[in-house]
């Protein structure tokens, strides 16, 4: 390059098209939140794929924050309450109103199994608004292995089952019956999704049998919970995830003392029944707000009726 007096040099050129590009990269990192914010309100497919985003991001993020204070207490059940505590907030940052009928239910002094429908994995936030102290879930093996979160699962005691090795997970459920049955092991109680995967909408999957046999083997209740339709507010499928409220309904306990192996195929299906009217009647009323209180299962012996009460969460 040769130089001109007042004119263009050429490390003032090279030095004006660093400027240039500098300027073009602020404007960049200043109008890509802009367009992102933008698109966040525009469209409601970005909002459902932050909003996923976000959850998971939270529960790797908690995970790996609080599973080294889970470790000093080692594999227990009482890191369920880190857990929980954690997974407590969700339903602020996403506007989810919870409301929760009959939990007086679930004040049972010794142990019991809990069975509820799996629409998605939001199911957690619904599932630690009531989730009872000393209550573990069953889960698939998969979970294991999501690094911390897999660590964090480990450490607060749930169990894990390999579902396509039947013979193995009814190992796995015989033992922990073996522990809930145990004299001096505290009161364990389960929580167990009978579908076995999840099942977006007003329907419930057939139940697997693995609770019933759990219950019966244990010989404990069956405390069964409703969790009502996400239609209106989140949807997978359609990509839609906005405010809303949802309704979590505990129903009367069914007793399995005196029942034997030949007795679940029949129990398993009038627990399904209960909870498949439960859940068409949240369905029709707009949030589960019609009052399913007087539910009368079939198989129900020597549960308190009329007693429940509808609490709006305030955790
Ligand atoms: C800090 C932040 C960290 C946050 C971390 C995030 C937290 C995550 C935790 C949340 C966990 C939620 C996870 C949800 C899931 O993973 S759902 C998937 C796992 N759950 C299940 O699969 C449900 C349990 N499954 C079963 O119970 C099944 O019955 C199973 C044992 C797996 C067998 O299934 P399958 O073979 O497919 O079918 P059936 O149930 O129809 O059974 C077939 C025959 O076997 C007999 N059977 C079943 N179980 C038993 C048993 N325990 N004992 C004896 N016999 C059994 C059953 O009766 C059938 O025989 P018959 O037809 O009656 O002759
Ligand atoms: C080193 C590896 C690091 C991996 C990091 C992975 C990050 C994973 C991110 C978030 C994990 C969120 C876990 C949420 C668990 C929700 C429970 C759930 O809903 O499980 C589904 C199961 O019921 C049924 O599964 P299917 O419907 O049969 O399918």
């Known amino acids: 390059f040769q130089e001109f007096p007042g004119g263009w040099s050429g490390s003032s050129l090279r030095g004006g098209t660093m400027d240039l590009l500098l300027l073009l990269l602020l404007h960049g990192l200043l109008l890509l939140p802009l367009a992102a914010l933008l698109l966040y ?23 790996t924050l609080l599973s080294p204070f889970a470790a000093f207490r080692g594999r227990s059940v009482e890191n369920m309450k880190l857990l929980r505590a954690s997974l407590l907030p969700l339903k602020r940052f996403y506007g989810i109103r919870m409301r929760v009928r009959g939990s007086e239910r679930l004040q049972l002094p010794g142990p019991f199994v809990i069975v509820c429908n799996h629409q998605a994995s939001l199911d957690l936030i ?15 093996r998969e979970l294991l292995y999501l690094g911390t979160v897999g660590w964090a699962c480990w450490l607060s005691g749930i169990i894990f089952i390999e579902r396509h090795r ?7 459920i015989s033992r922990t019956a073996g522990t809930m049955r145990r004299e001096n092991v505290s ?4 929580w167990v999704f009978p579908e076995g995967t999840r099942n977006p909408g007003r329907s419930m999957l057939p139940f697997k049998r693995g609770a019933f046999h759990l219950a019966v ?38 007793e399995t003392r005196g029942l034997s192996p030949k007795d679940v195929p029949k129990l398993t299906e009038s627990v399904w029944q209960a909870m498949a009217k439960a859940l068409a009647e949240m369905s029709m009323s707009d949030h589960g707000d019609q009052d399913t209180e007087q539910l009368q299962l079939g198989e129900d ?8 009460d509808t609490a709006e969460s305030s955790k």
């Open 41 to 63: 309100r525009c469209s409601s497919t970005f909002q459902y794929l932050c909003k996923m985003a976000f959850f998971n991001c939270w529960i790797v993020a908690m995970a």
């Open 166 to 172: 039947r013979d193995a997970a009814i190992g796995v």
């Open 217 to 254: 083997q244990a010989q404990v209740p069956i405390v069964p919970i409703v969790i009502s339709p996400y239609c209106d507010f989140f949807s997978s499928k359609e990509k839609r995830f906005t405010s809303g409220t949802c309704t979590i309904q505990v129903l009367p306990r069914v």
């Open 187 to 190: 009161r364990l109680c389960v």
């Open 126 to 140: 619904g599932m630690v608004e009531v989730i009872p102290d000393r209550c573990v879930p069953i889960a698939k």
């Open 301 to 308: 012996r020597g549960s308190p009726q009329g007693q429940g």
